[in-house]
């Protein structure tokens, strides 16, 4: 049962680099371009991120508001809404990626690493 | 002293049982609480490493940004790291939550040691360099503060260089000292960074007296827990990221900012109290007393209650001891040496006990063969005594 869910653990932190990483990296939905030597495989990522556009869209406005409230609390006027903006939102939405990532990785050490924490009384038999 | 008796107890009590709690989720390998010294230190590196980074693109400057859309000062290279630069305001955000996150764990840290009564005798020394880690700690995360120069460093300045002056003549040493100067100027913000950088590789040699009264100190928490912290410090980070304030502007008075409680409390401190007749003067002799208070706490006598004196050191039996060097090797707080031993006598090495290093654990009564250590209001017969006792009320 522990190594399954180990199993499923290390499933989750690499679809989680590699799909939720990558597709927030480039500033979500963005067709990858630009790849002749991995065309092939990565078109069907590419094609899942197209389909997840509108989804991405949507975490661009939620990021990006919450980036023009905070600035707009500090007295400065909002971010221009220019090409950076996405790829800004994005960098954030990775390093959320990454914190998912990790908080796996952690939970499948402590479940692998949880028979050496178990304290073993050894008893001298007597001879 | 009852109710602190009492209140160190319940607190005992209380961790314990969380303690207890936490170990059925995540044993006692990768128990938090078993790394609450360790833990600020992880924070130190994540620090170090996030500064690094700023570091590169950062321009100590104050030159008026609002004359000249060309002119780069603090301000502008800070918002061309957190906005243009790849994941530079993520890298800014780490940096500033890492320290918050050193600030909360340093305190947990301190709690901890406090109500296990780990800072008594020869903890003395941990102690102390704790405190003075503390205020040094403190003061970087607020030299942090003054570097991105937005008006909030702005005010922050002012307000310091007004409780510098309540202080007469040596105020305005270190007034002059904290500008770099008499006004500010560029170097003062050289001055700053020279602090905040300078300060912080000093940490280091504080943290090796910190560590070297202790045996086998944990430096490090385990990788999953390194992970935990980490992906807890980055959420904060997606969830809250930092922006600045407006640009400083020398012929602007700014009145209010946002407040961040772990390293700006003395300043809401000061702007409360200074209102009041000599208020700075208090807010200096609050902040004076408070850290001797802090400082005296391992003294004997004043916290301990009287029913609990502190126990003597261990006391070696010179003509049985056979200079083995069993106690030396197996004592964790290397309180034992071995030196010549006296001439005439059929051995080469004796025992000696270094009595404020000595923590009267008992290792070394149990690890000698020779019945030649012995802690002298402890002795054997009074142990097993005690262990009948049990015995007999459990049974």
Same mark, same amino acid.
């Given at each position: 049962m522990k190594g399954i869910v180990i199993v499923i653990l290390a499933c989750l932190c690499l679809a989680i680099s590699v799909v939720g990483q990558t597709w927030s990296e480039m500033g979500f939905g963005t067709v990858i371009t630009n790849t002749s030597m991995l065309e092939d495989p990565l078109k069907g990522l590419s094609k899942m991120y197209d389909s997840l556009s509108s989804k991405g869209k949507d975490l661009q406005d939620v990021f990006i508001a919450r980036m023009d409230k905070t600035a707009q609390a500090n007295g400065l006027t909002a971010p221009?809404? $220019? $090409?950076q903006t996405p790829t800004v939102a994005g960098r954030y939405a990775y390093i959320l990626f990454v914190a998912i990532a990790m908080v796996a990785s952690a939970v499948a050490i402590i479940l692998i690493g949880r028979e050496d924490a178990e304290e073993k009384t050894v008893l001298p038999v007597k001879k | 002293m009852g109710w602190y008796t009492g209140l160190i107890r319940g607190l005992n009590k209380a961790f314990l049982q969380l303690e207890a709690g936490l170990n059925a989720i995540f044993t006692n390998k990768y128990n938090p609480l078993y790394y609450h010294g360790a833990l600020p230190q992880f924070f130190l590196w994540v620090l170090f490493l996030s500064g690094l980074l700023l570091f590169a693109y950062y321009i100590p400057t104050i030159d008026n940004a609002y004359v000249s859309k060309a002119v780069v000062n603090s301000w502008k290279s800070v918002d061309y790291i957190s906005n @243009?630069? /790849? =994941?530079g305001g993520v890298i800014r955000g780490l940096h500033r939550y890492a320290g918050d996150a050193m600030v909360l764990t340093i305190l947990l840290h301190t709690i901890r040691v406090w109500f296990t009564d780990r800072y008594r005798q020869y903890r003395w020394v941990q102690w102390i360099s704790g405190v003075v880690l503390l205020f040094m700690v403190l003061f970087i995360g607020q030299t942090g503060y003054y570097l991105v120069w937005d008006q909030r460093s702005l005010l922050l300045t002012r307000m310091t260089v007004s409780a510098f002056d309540a202080l007469g003549p040596m105020g305005g040493t270190l007034k002059t000292l904290f500008l770099n100067g008499e006004a500010i100027t560029n170097l003062t913000l050289s001055n700053f960074l020279f602090i905040h950088i300078g300060l912080s590789f000093a940490l280091l040699f504080g943290l090796w007296v910190h560590y +070297? %009264? +202790?045996? %086998? /100190? &944990?430096l490090t928490p385990p990788p999953a827990i390194n992970y935990i912290m980490m992906a807890l410090t980055l959420l904060v980070v997606f969830l809250f990221p930092i922006t600045s304030g407006k640009m400083a502007d020398l012929n602007a008075a700014p009145t209010m900012f946002d407040m961040d409680?772990?390293?700006l409390w003395p300043y809401w401190l000061f702007a409360n109290m200074a209102? +009041? /007749?000599s208020g700075a003067i208090q807010f200096w002799a609050v902040m004076v007393l408070g850290t001797i208070v802090l400082c005296l706490i391992? +003294?004997? !006598?004043? =916290? &301990? /209650?009287?029913?609990?004196?502190p126990v003597s050191a261990a006391e070696v039996v010179i003509n049985k *001891?056979?200079? *083995?060097s069993l106690c030396y090797n197996d004592c964790p707080f290397q309180a034992i040496e071995m030196v010549p031993a006296p001439a !005439?006598? %059929? =051995?080469k090495l004796l025992a000696t006990i270094l009595p404020y290093r *000595?923590? @009267? *654990? !008992?290792v070394c009564v149990g690890s000698c063969a020779f019945d030649a250590v012995d802690l002298p209001e402890l002795t054997d017969a009074q142990v097993n005594t005690q262990i009948k006792q049990l015995l007999g009320a459990k049974a």
């Open positions: 221009p809404a $220019d $090409d | @243009s630069l /790849p =994941f +070297m %009264r +202790m045996t %086998r /100190p &944990v409680i772990w390293f209102a +009041m /007749p391992p +003294m004997p !006598g004043l =916290f &301990v /209650p009287k029913s609990q004196p *001891c056979t200079g *083995c !005439g006598s %059929r =051995f *000595c923590s @009267s *654990c !008992g």
